[in-house]
Antibody
Framework: QITLKESGPTLVKPKQTLTLTCTFSGFSLSSSGVGVGWIRQPPGKALEWLALIYWDDDKRYSPSLKSRLTITKDTSKNEVVLTMTNMDPVDIGTYYC??????????????WGQGTLVTVSS | NFMLTQPHSVSESPGKTVTISCTGSSGSLANNYVQWYQQRPGSAPTTVIYEDNQRPSGVPDRFSGSVDSSSTSASLIISGLKTEDEADYYCQSYDGSNVLFGGGTKLTVL
C-alpha cells in the first residue's frame, strides 16, 4: 500500500520560509521513473502544481514560483522536502504531496497525501 | 503559456450523462496526455481517468475519457450519474516541462 503524508507548520508569518515534509511508504524514490510532486490549493480554488523531483534528482518547478521554491529528497528516510521562501497571505492553502506514477509516459499523480493546511498571518 | 480551461460548473440529474470539457490554450492536446481527478469536499484528489481514456482499477466504468478528433479538447464523461459523483473534477496535462491543472469543474447532481 502506497501512502504519503505531509507535515509542517500550520501557521507561518509573512516573509518567513515555509518548510514542508512529505513522508511516504510503499515505494522507493530510488526506483526508475518514480517521482514526488507538490501541489497546492487555496481555499475554494483550483489545484496548482508547484514542484516535482525524480528518482535521478531531476527537479522541475512551476515557472511562476521557481524563484521561491526548492525541492529535495532523502531517499534513505523516504522523505521529500519543499521549501518556499517569502511567504505571503496569497500562499494560504492546502499543500499536497503525491507520487508521480512511475510507469507513466508523462507526469501524473497517484496517490495523493491528505494535505496540510498552511496559513500565513502575523 | 499552455493553459487548460474547464467550465466552472455543470449540473445534471441522477441517472443522466454529463460531459466535462478541458480545452488546451495552445489548441492541441495531441502530444499531451490528459488525466482527470475527482475531489470530494474535504478530501484529496483521486484519479478517475489517466492517459486520456484509461480507468484505474476500482473506478466504475460509468467514467470514461476522450480526446476530440482535432485534439483540441479532452472530455470526461460520466454516465448513470449518482449523487456520490457530486464533486469537483480537474483535468491535468503536461507541456513538456510543466505540469498543468485546469481550473476545475463543480459537478452538481440534483
Amino acid at each position: 500500500q502506497i501512502t504519503l503524508k505531509e507535515s509542517g507548520p500550520t501557521l507561518v508569518k509573512p516573509k518567513q520560509t515555509l518548510t514542508l515534509t512529505c513522508t511516504f511508504s510503499g515505494f522507493s524514490l530510488s526506483s526508475s521513473g518514480v517521482g514526488v510532486g507538490w501541489i497546492r490549493q487555496p481555499p475554494g480554488k483550483a489545484l496548482e502544481w508547484l514542484a516535482l523531483i525524480y528518482w535521478d534528482d531531476d527537479k522541475r518547478y512551476s515557472p511562476s514560483l521557481k524563484s521561491r521554491l526548492t525541492i529535495t529528497k532523502d531517499t534513505s528516510k523516504n522523505e521529500v522536502v519543499l521549501t518556499m521562501t517569502n511567504m505571503d497571505p496569497v500562499d494560504i492553502g492546502t499543500y499536497y504531496c503525491a507520487r508521480r506514477v512511475p510507469t507513466a509516459h508523462q507526469p501524473w499523480f497517484d496517490p495523493w497525501g491528505q494535505g496540510t493546511l498552511v496559513t500565513v498571518s502575523s | 503559456n499552455f493553459m487548460l480551461t474547464q467550465p466552472h460548473s455543470v449540473s445534471e440529474s441522477p441517472g443522466k450523462t454529463v460531459t466535462i470539457s478541458c480545452t488546451g490554450s495552445s489548441g492541441s492536446l495531441a502530444n499531451n496526455y490528459v488525466q482527470w481527478y475527482q475531489q470530494r469536499p474535504g478530501s484529496a484528489p483521486t484519479t478517475v481517468i489517466y492517459e486520456d481514456n484509461q480507468r484505474p482499477s476500482g473506478v466504475p466504468d460509468r467514467f470514461s475519457g476522450s480526446v476530440d478528433s482535432s485534439s483540441t479538447s479532452a472530455s470526461l464523461i460520466i454516465s448513470g450519474l449518482k449523487t456520490e459523483d457530486e464533486a469537483d473534477y480537474y483535468c491535468q496535462s503536461y507541456d513538456g516541462s510543466n505540469v498543468l491543472f485546469g481550473g476545475g469543474t463543480k459537478l452538481t447532481v440534483l
